[in-house]
C-alpha cells in the first residue's frame, strides 16, 4: 500500500514517464477498493487511458485498442460497482492525473537535428514541424519524427557487413574499391512514407551506381587518374535514381576512400612502382657517369688548350731570346770578323774535342794499320772509365 | 439509485463505443486498404485517411486487409552464375523496386501476401536476367550495355508484374562479378601485365641510361678533340711566329748564321757523348799541331 499511495503521488505531481502509465493504472485500482470512488467515474477515467496500453507513437492499431478496451472495461466496472461511494478528491486527482498525462501524449518535442511530420488520420500534413515543443490532436493526429543529420554508408571496406568491394572495371580487371556514401534526409515526408526501407535502397543504390561507372571505365582510371571525376558520376547517378523512387534523401558526398588493386595481384602492381622506382635510378645513375665524365672532359679540354697556350708563348719567347742572343753575338761579329769567327771555331772545338775520345791519323804517316778495335772501345765505354787519350803517331 | 444503473450505462456506453471503434479504420501514407465483406473485395482505399466499414468483423462483416503502398524492393543474389552468350559465366546481383498499384489484383491472385508475389515475382526476374544475359557477349554485359540490359529486364518483367497486380518501377544490376575460378585466370592475367608493364619500364629506364651514357661519351670525345683543335692553332700560331722571329734575325747574314748555328750543334751533338772522333792532324783545328807558322798542309780537312 505504501508504495502504491506513492505511485499516486507521483502521478499528480506529473512527473511519471512511460513507466508509471502502468501505475496510474494499479492506483486507480487501488482506489476503487478503498471504497472511495465516484458513481460513473470509472469509465471516464478509463477513457483516455485505454490507448496508452497501446504505445506512443505507433500507428494506432484499433483492434489491439479496443480489445484492450474491453479488458479495461471489465476489470474497472466490478471495481467501481464495489465501492459505490464517491470521493471528490480522488476523482480530482484522478483528472488531474488524466490530464497530465494526456498532455505527456499530446506534446512532443522535436530536437534541433530532427523534423516531425503530423499526420491527421494517417495523412501527412504538408508543413513540418521545426525543433520546440509542439501539440498535436493526439489520438487523432499522430506524429513522426525523422532524423535529418547526415548519415554515412561505407561500402567495402573492412568493417562493411554486407559485401565486398571487389568490382570488375571495363578492360575486365578487378579492383577493390572502399568508398562511403554520405547523405540526408531533405524530404522527411517522402523520406517516411514512399520507399521501404530508404536506408537499405540508399546502399544498393550505391553499390549499383558504384559498379556500373567503374565497369564503364578501365582499372588504371579507378587506381589513379580519375576517382574524382568517378566519385562524382556516382553521386549524381545515384541522386537520379534516389529521386526517381522519391525517397526523399540528397546525396551530399560520394568519397572514394580506396582503390587499390585486390590483394592476390598487389604485389605486382607494387612491382610495377619498384619498377618506376628503377626507372629514375637508371637514369639519375646515367645522369651521375654523364656528369663525372663530362666534368672530366672539360678539365681535360682546359688542360690541353692552356697546355698549347703555354707552348706557343714559350716557343715565341725562346724564339725571341736566341735571336736577340744571335743578333747581339752577329752585331759584335761584324766588328771584328775574321777574329771572331776563329775565336768561336777553337772554342767550339775545343769545347767538343775535350769530351770526346780521340784518335788522330795521319794518313800520310805510312806503315801504321789503321786498325780501330771497335768492342774494345765499346767496353771501354760499357766500363765507364772515363776518356782517355789514346792514340798513335 | 445511481450506483444500480452504472453497469448498465457503462456497458452500453462500452458498447456503443465498440461499435465505432470496430467501424472505422484509419489508412496511413504507407498503406492502402482493401475492405472485404464475407471474401468479397468490397472497397479499395489508396489514399490515406479516415475510412468507415461495417463493424464486426469477426462475424464475418467488413474486414480490413493492409497493404503496403510504398515501393518496395527485391533482392535477387546469390544465385546460380549467369552465362553470357559466349559461354562464360557471371555472377550477378540484381534488386528491382516495385509498387502494389492494383491492390485488388494483388488480393485476387497472391491473396494480399506479400512474400508469396515477391517469391513468384523474384523467379521471373532471374528467368528476365538471364534471357537478358544470354543475348549478351561477355564484354558488353561487363560494361557499355548495363543501362539497356537494365531497361530490357524492366520491360520483360512488367506484364507478368501487371497480372500480380504489381508494376515495376526500375530494374538495377548491382554486381556482375567473375566466377571464382575465372576470377584466378583474371588475376593471374593482371600479375601478368602488371609484371610486363614493370619491365617495359626497367628497359626504358635502360634505354635512357644508356642513351644519356652515350651521349655523354661524345660530349667528351667533342670537348677533347675541340680542346685539341684549338690547342694544334696555337702550337702552330707559335711555330710560326717562332719561324718569323728566326728569319728576321737571321736574314741578317746567312753565311755567319749557317756557322754559328753549326758551332752550337756541334757543341750540343758532341758534348758529353764518349764520341770517339777519329781525326787526321791535317784539320783545320791542328793547323799549329805541328807547325807554327801555321800554313796547313793541304788547303781541306777531312
Known amino acids: 500500500m505504501p508504495w502504491s499511495n506513492q505511485n499516486g503521488n507521483n502521478g499528480s505531481n506529473g512527473n511519471g514517464g512511460g513507466g508509471p502509465w502502468g501505475g496510474g493504472g494499479d492506483n486507480n485500482n487501488g482506489g476503487g477498493n478503498n471504497g472511495n470512488g465516484g458513481n460513473n467515474g470509472g469509465p471516464w477515467g478509463n477513457g483516455p487511458k485505454r490507448p496508452n496500453r497501446g504505445g506512443g ?58 523534423r516531425a511530420v503530423e499526420l491527421l488520420f494517417g495523412k501527412p500534413k504538408a508543413e513540418l514541424s521545426q525543433p520546440g515543443l509542439h501539440f498535436h490532436l493526439w489520438p487523432i493526429e499522430t506524429v513522426e519524427t525523422v532524423k535529418i543529420v547526415e548519415n554515412q554508408v561505407a561500402i567495402g571496406s573492412a568493417n562493411s557487413r554486407t559485401s565486398s568491394g571487389l568490382m570488375l572495371s571495363g578492360d575486365q580487371n578487378i579492383v577493390d574499391v572502399q568508398f562511403s556514401v554520405l ?37 588504371q582510371d579507378v587506381f589513379r587518374d580519375n576517382r574524382q571525376a568517378i566519385a562524382q558520376e556516382v553521386r549524381d547517378s545515384m541522386q537520379l535514381t534516389l529521386e526517381s523512387y522519391g525517397t526523399g534523401i540528397a546525396i551530399n558526398t560520394v568519397s572514394i576512400e580506396d582503390a587499390a588493386p585486390p590483394k592476390e595481384v598487389a604485389d605486382a602492381f607494387e612491382e610495377v612502382q619498384r619498377a618506376e622506382q628503377d626507372e629514375d635510378r637508371f637514369r639519375e645513375e646515367a645522369n651521375q657517369y654523364s656528369n663525372q665524365k663530362l666534368g672530366a672532359a672539360r678539365g681535360e679540354a682546359a688542360q690541353v688548350r692552356e697546355e698549347a697556350s703555354a707552348y706557343a708563348t714559350r716557343v715565341v719567347q725562346e724564339a725571341q731570346g736566341e735571336a736577340a742572343r744571335f743578333i747581339s753575338i752577329y752585331d759584335q761579329y761584324k766588328l771584328a770578323p ?56 | ?95 528491382l523496386t516495385f509498387k502494389i498499384t492494383d491492390a485488388r489484383l494483388f488480393r485476387e491472385v497472391v491473396s494480399g501476401d506479400i512474400n508469396s508475389a515477391a517469391s513468384r515475382l523474384r523467379t521471373r526476374f532471374d528467368a528476365a536476367l ?84 652515350a651521349v655523354a661519351d661524345r660530349q667528351v670525345v667533342e670537348i677533347v678533340s675541340e680542346a685539341n683543335r684549338e690547342s694544334e692553332i696555337l702550337r702552330g700560331t707559335g711555330d710560326g711566329e717562332r719561324n718569323r722571329v728566326f728569319a728576321d734575325a737571321f736574314n741578317r747574314d746567312p753565311e755567319f748564321f749557317e756557322f754559328y748555328r753549326s758551332m752550337a750543334a756541334y757543341t750540343s751533338a758532341l758534348q758529353q757523348s764518349g764520341t770517339t772522333l777519329v781525326l787526321s792532324p791535317d784539320s783545320q783545328f791542328f793547323k799549329f799541331f805541328e807547325d807554327a807558322n801555321g800554313t796547313p798542309r793541304s788547303p781541306s780537312g777531312n
Open chain 1, 57 to 114: 507513437n505507433m500507428p494506432p492499431d484499433l483492434e489491439d485498442l479496443i480489445r484492450q478496451g474491453q479488458d479495461k472495461l471489465k476489470r474497472a466496472i466490478p471495481g467501481g460497482g464495489g465501492s459505490g461511494g464517491s470521493n471528490k478528491a480522488f476523482m480530482g486527482l484522478l483528472a488531474v492525473g488524466a490530464a497530465v498525462l494526456y498532455a505527456m501524449q499530446a506534446f512532443y518535442q522535436v530536437d534541433t537535428d530532427e
Open chain 1, 183 to 219: 547523405y540526408a534526409v531533405i524530404n522527411p515526408q517522402d523520406y517516411l512514407f514512399n520507399v521501404a526501407g530508404p536506408d537499405d535502397v540508399v546502399r544498393q543504390v550505391a553499390e549499383s551506381a558504384m559498379r556500373e561507372i567503374v565497369g564503364r571505365r578501365p582499372a
Open chain 1, 338 to 393: 775574321e777574329v771572331t769567327r776563329k775565336r768561336l771555331f777553337i772554342e767550339t772545338m775545343e769545347g767538343v774535342l775535350r769530351d770526346s775520345n780521340k784518335i788522330i791519323l795521319d794518313e800520310n804517316g805510312g806503315g801504321v794499320v789503321p786498325y780501330l778495335p771497335l768492342p774494345e772501345v765499346q767496353n771501354r765505354r760499357n766500363a765507364q772509365t772515363p776518356t782517355t787519350g789514346g792514340g798513335t803517331n
Open chain 2, 1 to 95: 439509485m445511481n450506483s444500480n444503473k452504472l453497469p448498465i450505462i457503462g456497458a452500453i456506453f462500452a458498447a456503443i463505443l465498440l461499435a465505432i471503434y470496430s467501424s472505422i479504420f484509419i489508412v496511413t501514407e504507407r498503406q492502402q486498404a482493401i475492405v472485404l465483406r464475407f471474401g468479397e473485395i468490397q472497397k479499395v482505399h489508396t489514399e490515406p485517411g479516415l475510412y468507415f466499414k461495417a463493424p464486426f468483423a469477426f462475424a464475418g462483416f467488413d474486414t480490413v486487409q493492409l497493404i503496403d503502398d510504398r515501393i518496395l524492393r527485391l533482392d535477387l543474389a546469390d544465385t546460380p552464375p549467369v552465362q553470357v552468350s559466349g559461354g562464360r559465366f557471371y555472377e550477378v546481383d540484381a534488386f
Open chain 2, 130 to 213: 538471364r534471357r537478358v544475359y544470354g543475348l549478351r557477349g561477355f564484354e558488353a554485359a561487363l560494361s557499355e550495355e548495363r543501362t539497356e540490359m537494365m531497361r530490357e529486364v524492366r520491360d520483360q518483367l512488367r506484364p507478368d508484374a501487371t497480372s500480380l497486380g504489381l508494376t515495376i518501377e526500375d530494374v538495377r544490376i548491382v554486381r556482375t562479378d567473375l566466377t571464382a575460378e575465372v576470377s584466378q585466370q583474371t588475376y593471374d592475367r593482371m600479375k601478368a601485365e602488371r609484371l610486363a608493364e614493370a619491365e617495359r619500364l626497367r628497359a626504358r629506364g635502360r634505354e635512357n641510361a644508356q642513351r644519356i651514357r
